[in-house]
């Protein structure tokens, strides 16, 4: 109950002050092609339900069409002004919607496609427990993620390979400790790997042990070694 009025009180808050820069943000999305300034797509919410997801569009029209539904920071769908949302979280503000209607959560894991939920294990299932999030653990720690696939021949498959098991394996870790508590703790760290992604990842570390992660999730959460290195160790 604690959590779910933070909600309603930090989406509220935060659309209201929020309301002249995201105005202006969207004016210039929708000036640059003249089609509407928001991504509207279906994601899987709390049970598998499917809802619908409004984001602030940083890709051309109908990139989602492409067949490609992870996308790296040199992905050519992306426009000009996208990068700038994408690099500070523009695209992820316009949530604060869903947060008010009860579709996601300001903490949570991250809401996945309809085919992404298909081919969960059955242990990731445990992820739709939850209502999902704007942000959660993976967030801070994966919030590089389109860096990561950059070289990619195929974004799709090495998201599959080096980075959904750990975001799911870290999400676990938010669903068995989900608090009050734990949702301030992460979106103060939020704020702080926007300004500064290795200062977040170090006072991730000890908040980590505190809900008891392994050896191997500490290290892989570190983010010092390759990606495709931290998938090999034992």
Do not use: C
Request: charged share 25%; net charge positive; proline share 5%.
């Amino acid at each position: 109950m604690a959590r779910r009025l933070l909600d309603i009180v930090a989406a509220l808050g935060g659309l209201l002050v929020l309301a002249l820069p995201l105005g202006i943000i969207l004016f210039l999305v929708w000036r640059q092609d003249g089609h509407s300034p928001f991504y509207i797509a279906d994601r899987a919410g709390r049970g598998g339900k499917p809802f619908r997801m409004v984001k602030v569009r940083s890709m051309v029209m109908n990139a989602d069409k492409s067949g490609v539904e992870s996308t790296s920071a040199s992905d050519s769908r992306i426009t000009p002004l996208g990068h700038f949302i994408r690099r500070w979280k523009v695209d992820e503000l316009s949530q604060l919607w869903n947060v008010l209607k009860g579709d996601m959560s300001l903490v949570g894991p991250r809401p996945n496609t309809m085919n992404e939920v298909a081919l969960y294990a059955d242990w990731e299932r445990e992820l739709l427990s939850v209502r999902p999030g704007i942000t959660d653990i993976s967030s801070i720690i994966f919030s590089d993620e389109g860096e990561i696939l950059k070289d990619s021949a195929d974004p799709n498959a090495d998201y599959t390979r080096l980075i959904r098991p750990w975001k799911g394996r870290l999400g676990m870790l938010y669903v068995r400790n989900a608090s009050l508590w734990l949702n301030l703790r992460l979106i103060w760290l939020t704020v702080v790997a926007i300004a500064g992604k290795e200062r977040a990842l170090a006072k991730m570390q000890p908040l980590l042990a505190q809900l008891g992660a392994s050896a191997e999730e500490q290290r892989v959460a570190r983010r010092q070694v390759p990606l495709a290195e931290m998938a090999n160790i034992a």
